[in-house]
């Protein structure tokens, strides 16, 4: 299959929009996609997609913008812009307005940039202490856009620093001298979008410089659910597998950081090909992702997609919750409901499967594993625990919130017990000083 991208430029082309959607449906597409990134592509549309099933269909709630994404408010504000015949400009004022008020730097990306020899490293993210991110300055894109990223803004151009960096020189020179790092993790957009030729001299670099600390590559890509064919029929397709080989040859663990949101991305021949081939390389797969309503908010998705993926040796990794960015409000589901779903799901698959671990919420002070809730002394309370944190002696630490049914994220809860406020608040506040120490 070749690669055909669709944006708002060119989505009316596809044959299945043109008889599955209603001219409402269409003007619902115009007017968000004005606003959220919008690209899709023939994989996606051909395969994954059931046009029998719209508007629920999950895929299609994944890729394509839906009314109720934006506020009332918000979506009058783009139509009457995109109404009166404002000029391109004109209306990315617009546009820009009210993407700055779905909150585009939520997690605070920014600071987790370090310094090096005085240069800002700005296609690093250094957060926590064992596992450095890298955003190579080619993958800043990807095969598709989900409509619940949390790095839209990087889409729409309104990101003032693009995390890209060109060179790998000032990445093997960082990773010298951190002797604590045993990870690096290549994200993006989506590294699987570079040609392997464009990968190697990423990869090249870091494999032939002996940091005998660096143990494990990972790929955080979306690229098995979006392109699998990339591993398959692309003209790179077997220099691409022939890099991973070499990686694993020389002593490297390569960890595949796969995305999957819903079992329906695993049933493919294409997304069950490439699986293989990526594992017949020496790599291994472990998948993530987050919890959507909308998408995949049922005990039985997750249920099946733990299965399958089980059974197509993969490992599952991570489910998280919804940041506080973007189309939030479309796709939250309370904590409690979550932590629900995941439980019930969890309880119905075996051993080999639970290497799965969630709900989890990626906050500014850590990742934060809502284990669940209990009561205590006759309190209800929510139980947590730091998966990874800023300051590394937190992580692996309980505590407790109030119950709230209704929170959606971290900020929506208050510490149990009359605390004022949860133990790693005072230290957050002096992040800045910590991180440019690093
Ligand atoms: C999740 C994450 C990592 C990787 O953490 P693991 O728990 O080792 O998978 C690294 N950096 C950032 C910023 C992350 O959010
Ligand atoms: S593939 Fe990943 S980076 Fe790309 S749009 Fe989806 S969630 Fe965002």
């Known amino acids: 299959m ?44 051909e395969e994954l997609i059931d046009w029998n099933n719209i508007p629920q269909d999950p895929i299609y709630q994944l890729t394509f913008p839906q009314k109720g994404m934006l ?14 015949n404002l000029s391109k400009s004109q209306s990315k004022v617009v546009a820009n307005k009210i993407r700055y008020e779905l909150n585009p ?18 296609g690093i993210q250094h957060k926590y202490r064992e596992t450095v991110l890298f955003f190579p300055s080619n993958s800043q ?36 001298s951190h002797p604590e790092v045993t990870d690096v993790l290549f994200t993006g957009g989506d590294p699987m979008l570079m040609s392997a030729k464009n990968f190697e001299t990423y990869v090249e670099p870091l494999i032939n410089q002996q940091i005998p600390h660096l143990h494990t590559i990972r790929i955080g890509t979306k690229s098995l659910g979006y392109w699998p064919y990339k591993f398959l029929t692309d003209k790179d397709a077997d220099d691409m597998l022939r890099i991973f080989e070499k990686i ?19 049933k493919t021949d294409a997304a069950k090909k490439a ?98 809730n209990s009561t205590i002394g006759g309190k209800k309370v929510f139980v947590m625990q730091f998966l990874q944190s800023r300051n590394p002696d937190w992580t692996g630490q309980l505590f407790f919130t109030e119950y709230n049914p209704n929170a959606i994220w971290l900020d929506d809860l208050t510490p149990a017990f009359d605390q004022n406020q949860f133990f790693f608040e005072e230290e957050t506040e002096n992040e800045d000083t910590r991180i440019a120490a690093l």
């Open 2 to 45: 070749k690669y055909q991208a669709f944006t708002l430029r060119n989505y009316k082309q596809i044959s299945q929009i043109q008889s599955a959607l209603s001219d409402e449906e269409k003007h619902a597409i115009e007017v968000v996609g004005n606003v959220l990134p919008f690209k899709v592509n023939n994989y996606v549309i």
């Open 71 to 84: 506020s009332q408010t918000h979506f009058q504000e783009i139509e009457n812009a995109l109404s009166q």
């Open 105 to 122: 730097h939520s997690s605070s990306q920014l600071q987790n940039i370090p310094t090096f020899d005085g240069i800002k490293l700005t």
């Open 141 to 176: 894109t990807c095969h598709a856009y989900c409509t619940f990223c949390f790095r839209w803004p990087q889409f729409v151009g309104i990101d003032e620093l693009q995390f890209a960096m060109r060179e790998t020189k000032l990445l093997t020179r960082y990773l010298k």
């Open 248 to 266: 694993v040859q020389q002593g490297y663990q390569l960890a595949f950081m796969a995305h999957f949101n819903h079992p329906q991305e695993l």
């Open 275 to 372: 699986i293989q081939r990526i594992l017949g390389t020496g790599a291994q797969i472990r998948t993530q992702s987050p919890i959507m309503r909308h998408i995949n908010d049922s005990v039985n998705t997750w249920k099946e997609m733990w299965r399958e993926q089980v059974k197509l040796r993969c490992i599952p990794y991570y489910m998280f919750v919804a940041r506080d960015t973007g189309a939030q409000s479309y796709f939250a589901i309370p904590l409690e409901r979550t932590y629900q779903i995941y439980k019930k799901a969890y309880q119905q698959i075996s051993g080999i499967a639970r290497t799965v671990r969630g709900p989890i919420m990626s906050a500014n002070p850590g990742k934060v594993h809502i284990l669940g």
